[in-house]
């Protein structure tokens, strides 16, 4: 076989290729664990497959002290520490080799509650478990996590990857009761030199493909309830304009807020004849320039509503998640967060109004909901843009504010997760789609129709001074 068929286009097709090797196990007592974050594509498609439950099981690879480049073992999920012989070197200096291990581990504690916050592993007992990574290079991290399955006692215990060394293979057959790997080439160099799409899998990907099969398939005109579900097709009434021209004509302010023991930089924006606030939340990794949410802003201002857009990180903050990624998840930081963000505009004399609408994007649409959920006196109105509410977790079930969810319908493992939030906010929610958007909504037309929607729903929910609705102009 030639190396260019042996090729995967990316980790989607490689769990699809990967599932038809496994499909004697479907409809069978299997659950299905990805090593995040590569694994985590590849065994979607398995677990979807098999129909099966997708589950991470976190390993994490334990460098050399003072060479965190050489791996010498790896440290899984269970306090599990796997050594090679190449640690051999630094085993005399027992706290040294500690000190590195003990750091891995609280990494490893992190990615787990990140991925998989306050769930519990399913049980494995007496089950058959499907162990999924990308690929396999040396094989170390792979062999601690099976060591620590070994421990929840599984009926049968199988690893399977797409690509792998011979070496490694034979290694791991001794760790698992079976090694699938669709190829195994002897000219192995690296796993990415099997796919032709290899770019990272970002932690917003893990999280929207381990919510995505945890619900069914999703009709835009289904009903959940009393929940109204609806595709958005009717005509924008109006088109954003330039952002700045639009910020500068409806006067900001750039301010400083003290909130949650330290101060955040934010634009503020009161249009003349100001008629009630909104807080915006911006999503994971973004800030309060992010284009999207400014072009929103603008529609909004436009409508007569003062907007307050904030960073929710510090810079230092900000510096420290773009290496590691860990706060823009921290969904009770954000949510106190933009609590003191939305009880400022409240108090704003500019604003003008007790009250205060939240518009969220990604994960801020998360933080939105807990805020309007722990704070029902202050937030009377919710926006989502292609957001996490999921992340909201428990807190759903105590949101009263009026909200809309407003998705992609190209979007769908998001759109996905929004129909499973929708059916456990127990206020009056609406599932907007916007028919041909991604999650972006940078196609044509589409982010224009966000900001309607959003006009709209705050226009029907934010009371003005005199106690009437918002006009949307």
Not at 19 to 47: I, S, T
Not at 144 to 153: E, F, I, K
Not at 313 to 324: C, I, K, P, S, V
Not at 435 to 447: D, I, V
Request: glycine share 10%; net charge negative.
């Amino acid at each position: 076989m030639r190396f260019a068929d042996r090729r995967f286009s990316d980790r989607h097709d490689a769990g699809k290729q990967l599932a038809r090797r496994l499909e004697d196990l479907r409809d069978q007592d299997v659950v299905v664990l990805a090593l995040p974050r590569g694994g985590v594509p590849v065994a979607a498609e398995v677990a979807a497959a098999l129909h099966a439950p997708l589950e991470v099981f976190v390993a994490r690879k334990l460098g050399a002290p003072g060479r965190p480049e050489l791996g010498i073992g790896a440290v899984a999920e269970g306090d599990v520490v796997v050594l090679d012989e190449r640690a051999g070197p630094w085993r005399g200096n027992s706290r040294q080799l500690r000190d590195t291990t003990e750091a891995e581990q609280a990494e490893l504690a992190r990615r787990v509650r990140c991925y998989r916050g306050e769930r519990a592993l399913p049980p494995l007992r007496g089950r058959t478990v499907v162990l999924v990574d990308d690929g396999l290079a040396t094989g170390g991290t792979a062999r601690a996590a099976l060591t620590a399955l070994r421990t929840h006692a599984p009926a049968r215990l199988v690893l399977a990857v797409p690509v792998a060394p011979p070496a490694a293979v034979s290694q791991l057959a001794t760790q698992a009761d079976e090694v699938i790997a669709l190829h195994t080439p002897d000219d192995f160099t690296a796993v990415g030199r099997w796919y032709d799409n290899f770019a990272q899998t970002t932690d917003d990907e893990v999280l929207a493909l381990l919510g995505s099969t945890r619900t069914g398939p999703f009709s835009p005109s289904e009903a959940i309830g009393h929940k109204t579900l609806f595709s958005s097709t009717e005509p924008v009434r109006h088109k954003i304009t330039d952002v700045s021209q639009a910020l500068e004509a409806a006067g900001t302010r750039g301010v400083r807020i003290a909130v949650d023991d330290c101060e955040l930089a934010a634009d503020v924006t009161v249009p003349s004849a100001c008629r009630g606030g909104v807080v915006f939340a911006h999503g994971s990794g973004s800030g309060r320039s992010s284009p999207r949410n400014r072009s929103v802003a603008a529609a909004l201002q436009k409508a007569g509503l003062a907007t307050v857009l904030a960073d929710l990180l510090t810079a230092g903050e900000q510096e420290r998640d773009n290496r590691t990624a860990e706060l823009r998840f921290d969904i009770d930081l954000l949510a106190r967060r933009l609590a003191g963000l939305a009880a400022w505009a409240a108090a704003d004399p500019a604003i003008g109004q007790p009250t205060v609408g939240l518009f969220g994007a990604s994960t801020g649409a998360a933080a939105a909901l807990r805020v309007a959920a722990e704070h029902p006196e202050l937030v009377v109105a919710v926006v989502s843009r292609g957001g996490r509410p999921d992340l909201a977790g428990a807190a759903l079930g105590d949101v009263s504010a009026p909200t809309l969810l407003i998705v992609g319908g190209n979007d769908h493992t998001v759109l996905r997760l929004n129909r499973d939030s929708a059916a456990r906010v127990t206020a009056a929610v609406d599932l907007a789609v916007v028919p041909g958007a991604t999650h972006l909504f940078e196609e044509p037309g589409a982010l224009e129709q966000v900001a309607q929607l959003a006009v709209d729903h705050f226009a029907a929910h934010l009371p003005t001074a005199g106690g009437t609705a918002v006009s949307p102009g």
